[in-house]
């Protein structure tokens, strides 16, 4: 493991991990450490989203092929997945061509 340098900072953001996934609730109305006040700022957003969403059923996907909008979706992520490794490949052999590297 030569060259690797100290396993402290990954051996305690586990911990912190750990002791947050334990110290933390799913709910601000079970969280212990904060005020009725707190709780009931701190649930609003939530239940002011949670009402007006509705279940909707499954989707198919024949119907979906049909609309233009997921062609033109597609191409943008097309187009920005090619930006991306063409900067990913191109760059370093410029940069090693401009002599910087």
Do not use: H
């Amino acid at each position: 493991m030569a060259g690797s340098g100290s396993s402290f900072p990954g051996l305690a953001a586990s911990i912190l991990g750990l002791a947050a996934y334990f110290y933390l609730q799913d709910k601000p109305e079970d969280a212990k450490w904060l005020s009725t006040k707190e709780k009931n700022g701190a649930a609003l957003p939530t239940r002011s989203r949670s009402q007006g969403c509705r279940v909707s059923a499954p989707r198919r996907i024949p119907p979906m092929l049909k609309d233009p909008k997921v062609y033109g979706l597609a191409f943008t992520y097309f187009l920005l997945l090619g930006a991306t490794y063409t900067m990913v490949f191109w760059i370093p052999s410029l940069i090693k061509k401009l002599g910087r590297g």
